[in-house]
């Protein structure tokens, strides 16, 4: 539990909007993902659309490619998608600093990772299925894993689902692809969880690369004006220096950033994810990204 309001059903209302404009998001956003086009025109078409909808982008429009497996954005590049490339599009909406976060992969022109494709989704479906007040999350990463393996593939270890509070993405609990995590939580009602199976036919061993995704640390009442004016415009959640009219403030801010290094598969295996974002009940969970 977190905040102890979710049950006002003001908050639940406010998670089901971030939930109806992220899942449609995802879906037209991956849509324009084809040869030719830069990275840079999908993730703008995508935070875009999240503003017209009437939300926020909780985080950069993340577009990680092949063995990039998470936390890559473009930046100002011309970068542009080729056939073969497999696309994993994650996207995250706020209303209000409730979020939704949700992510689909696509594989431009030629279909060699459909295997990978299809176990994500359906390690997040049996994974939803489990989903409840009671059970643990080392249960729901055992469900995952054992689908992933059954296809064939590999979990990533070091990339999990999380909790989610208000203007937290990361609110405390992890939720595991795989059974040996060293960690557990027992779920309670109006916890709110992103479950998100990342696989691969590789090690899943994960290496880091440069930070393109940047937060600013919950410091409070730091009296440098650049951290007030950053933290008025982007409170606690993932920006990039795309965002900023004025990217040399960030190294005015650097001791109070908090970075999100790009996540790459080590052995250069490409990485399929699957991911929506569920409210948690007694008998089953609301799947608010469907
Ligand atoms: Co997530």
Redesign the pocket.
């Known amino acids: 539990m977190n905040g102890g309001s979710r049950t006002n059903p003001d908050v639940i209302a406010h998670y089901q909007e971030a939930g109806r404009i992220a899942s449609r998001v995802r879906d037209e956003t991956v849509k324009t993902v084809e040869a030719g086009v830069t990275l840079l025109e999908v993730a703008e078409y995508a935070e875009d659309l999240t503003r017209q909808m009437g939300g926020e982008a909780a985080f950069p429009c993340n577009i990680s490619i092949n063995e990039i497996a998470s936390h890559y954005t473009p930046l100002l590049g011309k970068s542009e998608f080729a056939a073969r490339d497999l696309v994993k599009i ?1 996207i ?1 909406v706020h209303v209000d600093g409730y979020i939704a ?1 949700t ?1 689909g992969t696509v594989e431009v022109e030629t279909n060699h990772h459909r295997t990978l494709i299809e176990t994500a989704r359906e390690a997040l479906d049996a994974a939803i299925k489990e989903t409840r007040a009671g059970v643990t999350t080392r249960h729901l990463g055992a469900v995952m894993e054992q689908i992933i393996k059954a296809k064939g593939c590999r979990p990533v270890p070091a990339l999990t ?2 909790s989610i509070g208000r203007y937290a ?1 990361h609110n405390g609990l992890n939720i595991p692809n795989h059974s040996d995590a060293a960690y557990s939580n027992t779920l309670n009602a109006d916890d709110v969880i ?1 479950i ?1 199976p990342f696989n691969t036919m590789g090690s899943g061993r994960i290496k880091h690369g440069e930070a393109r995704i940047i937060c600013l640390n919950n410091t409070k009442n730091p009296s440098n004006p650049i951290y007030q004016k950053m933290k008025s415009q982007f409170n606690t959640l993932p920006f990039t220096s795309r965002w900023m009219d004025n990217p040399a403030e960030l190294e005015q801010v650097g001791t109070l950033l908090r970075k999100y290094p790009v996540l790459i598969e080590k052995d250069g295996y490409a990485v399929a994810q699957a ?1 929506h974002t569920t409210i948690v009940q007694e008998n089953g969970c609301e799947v608010i990204t469907a």
């Open positions: 994650d995250g976060d992510a689902g999380h993405i992103a998100e991911e």
